[in-house]
């Protein structure tokens, strides 16, 4: 995961709850140290359906990425291409 991940969802979590960031912060990497995760977001999905000429809403983005990501194969993995074909197999 990278720091800038780790530091968002260490915002985040501050913001909600009475934990002070630090604290926040070296449990998350202390969480994440040992994994490794790929993270996409609903910017890289808008920035694909725009540049395919197909502009869709922020909800829109947030189902695709969901669906995309509930039919990958884990064999194949996500990639720049994946959400290309989500963006052609369920906008019009």
Do not use: C
């Amino acid at each position: 995961m990278h720091a800038y991940m780790i530091e968002e969802m260490a915002d985040a979590i501050s913001q909600k709850l009475p934990i002070d960031t630090n604290d926040v912060l070296r449990i998350l990497h202390q969480f994440w140290n040992d994994k490794i995760a790929h993270v996409w977001h609903v910017e890289d999905m808008l920035n694909a359906a725009l540049n395919a000429g197909k502009p869709i809403t922020r909800a829109d983005a947030v189902g695709l990425l969901y669906s995309m990501f509930e039919d990958h194969d884990s064999n194949e993995g996500i990639s720049r291409k994946t959400l290309e074909i989500e963006l052609q197999r369920n906008t019009t």
